[in-house]
């Protein structure tokens, strides 16, 4: 069996709404019906098959070929299977995801990841801004799964993030792990100001020094924690470099904060 | 039966279902990984007064442990799910969490999940932190050497308490080294313990006692002093009996450490004072697992 492949016969004009395209939705689906369904787009719906030239057999497995940063909303709500953007995708890319995996080879919009469940969102290229945030007016981020970007994300990364992992192997703009509640931000480039902003709980692994430390982080000192090879082992399976380097975070400088908040998150800074 | 000049007796051990779990010690090095786990598993030689029985299964080298420090894997059986988990519970606060640079983790995913760090990381008087991963959630509470490190919970699983044989010789030193080349063999055979001290119980007892208070008293019929004075099992030969007391989670584990004790101490042979292998059992009235040892040799 083919994964089900959706190739962009042009590049869109308008925002196209891909969300009705996840594997639980298309499952069972002739070819014919998948085609037919409705896509929004702009202020009008239209067929997939207008959009998209639509092959394969196995719904588990979707790909969206030659796509442009114009698809929002990729695998939103999914709970099973895989998609695979060639190409980049547009704003809320894996939103409410609830299981399965997401692999985009390009780079994504603002909100990727925006209040995601579970499961794990691998993004090759970079990532903007409110990654795994929530959306807004909610106060409730990320709440599970592990998300990679390769590349480098934009402001507000993690934004009210609840639980899960998001691992950043390039750069992090300002306001990194905002109001995060709980949950684990690891950035191997350098990041922006104002990390930990009102954090309450959770933890900033850095593998390089912030510019400045927020007067509202306390040093608690150089630390060996035992729970940090633990917590990269079991990125293991994963396509991340995270993995690869647990004698990088041998040792780290604590910061705990956000005080002006409960002040019960951490900055950890590898030595 | 007859192995290296050792009477095998037609006989069985007779043994209970328990309830057993089994947790992983880490440590910055394997020294304090055993003294934790020897502290957490002492005083648990039997349920009849120490609330269950417990055991170091295995040392594991780093590769095998969670976080990649030597570790050490020691089981916990008590008769009941709740007084197994009371009892993990109180030895893990007061002798790994207490025990420096420890880390305590699940050794069994399988069966119902009891408190490992779960109620421990109120230690942590607000302190405490969390970590979800890989599914698994862990508490990082602190203390004074930094950071103890226990995962939420371990899993608990139906097992068998009570596999057992004797070993009959013709003088102490002889049962206590065929006990010794026993216990060494029978360490390599996983998910078993020997509970009792270094393995070996120099007082096997029965069922009963003449004085009221008293549940189990000493085994008269193995007793080599007492050979003319009870209703002795001995022959004169004897001089001196001891047993080997065996829990582990499945039949097929015990029988497997019961195989690999016997076979040693028969490999030294009544050459070397070691006359019979014999077993202690209840009319298999009691117990719903009996242990045959003739078969377990064939």
Partial sequence: MTALAFTLKAAPKQRVDVAPLIPERLAGKRLADIGALQLQTGNRQIRADELFTVEGDDASRLVFRGATGKLDFVGKGMSQGEIHVEGDAGSYLGMHLKGGTITVDGSVDAYAACELKNGTLLIRGNAGDFLGASLPGNKKGMAGGVVIVKGNVGDRAGDHLRRGAILIEGDAGSYLGSRMTAGTIAVLGRVGDHLGYAMTRGTLLLAQAPRVIPATFNDCGSHTLGFIPLLLKGFADLETRFADLPDRFQRVRRYAGDLCSLGKGEILVAL | MNINGVHIDATFAEAFPMKATRVIITAQNLKWARIAAETMTG?????????????????????????????????????????????????????????????????????????????????????????????????????????????????????????????????????????????????????????????????????????????????????????GQTRTDLSPEIESVMEIVIDGLTEADIKKAMRAGIEAACGLGAGKGIRRISAGNYGGKLGPFLFHLQEIMA
Wanted: a neutral charge; hydrophobic letters at 40%.
């Fill in chain 2, 43 to 227: 005083f648990a030689t039997s349920v009849i007064a120490c609330g269950c029985e417990a055991g170091i299964e295995r040392e594991l080298p780093p590769e095998e442990t969670p976080d990649g420090r030597p570790g050490v894997a020691a089981m916990i059986f008590a008769m009941g799910g709740k007084g197994l988990a009371k009892q993990l519970e109180t030895r893990a606060g007061q002798c790994v969490l207490t025990s420096p640079t420890s880390a305590l983790f699940a050794g069994l995913d399988d069966g119902d999940p009891i408190p490992l760090g779960k109620n421990l990381r109120f230690f942590g008087d607000g302190f405490q932190s969390s970590k979800r991963i890989a599914g698994k959630r862990y508490w990082r509470v602190p203390v004074m050497d930094g950071e103890f490190l226990a995962e939420e919970t371990t899993g608990m699983v139906k097992a068998i308490g009570g596999g057992n044989f004797l070993i009959l010789a013709e003088s102490q030193p002889e049962a206590l080294a065929a006990c010794e080349a026993a216990i060494e063999a029978m360490r390599q055979v996983r998910d078993v313990i020997m509970p009792f001290p270094g393995g070996v119980v120099r007082s096997g007892s029965k069922v009963g006692s003449k004085y009221k208070a008293l549940n189990a008293s000493t085994n008269d019929a193995f007793c080599p002093t007492l050979k």
